[in-house]
Nanobody
Framework: QVQLVESGGGLVQTGGSLRLSCAAS????????MGWFRQAPGKEREFVTS????????FYADSVKGRFTISRDTAKDTVYLQMHNLEPEDTAVYYC??????????WGQGTQVTVSS
């Protein structure tokens, strides 16, 4: 069973930047997509961004377009989320996920991002 290990969360001021990483515990040839959701206190988990593993196509929520960039390193089975111009509304627990063709979706444990005003 694939495990996802996230890192890079923390506290940053408005306008600052953070970079999140998510590494898969084992290599798999069935990865379709990796990406990120986030969940703010009292709110539902929402989609942030994703990237297709083979072609590197990217998708973003409207709220983060132009500020967040997702990328992948297929050799390291790792996905990155570079976040710029952070806003207090970006404060949330960020969850990495991967979709595998053979066994479905797996989630990371989550990493806290807090943006102070």
């Amino acid at each position: 069973q694939v495990q996802l290990v996230e890192s890079g969360g923390g506290l940053v001021q408005t306008g600052g930047s953070l970079r999140l990483s998510c590494a898969a515990s084992e290599r798999t040839s069935s990865t379709i997509t990796m990406g990120w959701f986030r969940q703010a206190p009292g709110k539902e988990r929402e989609f942030v961004t994703s990237i297709t593993w083979s072609l590197g196509r990217t998708f973003y929520a409207d709220s983060v377009k132009g500020r967040f960039t997702i990328s992948r390193d297929t050799a390291k089975d790792t996905v990155y989320l570079q976040m710029h111009n952070l806003e207090p509304e970006d404060t949330a627990v960020y969850y990495c996920y991967t979709d595998l063709s053979k066994s479905g979706r797996y989630w990371g444990q989550g990493t806290q991002v807090t943006v102070s005003s």
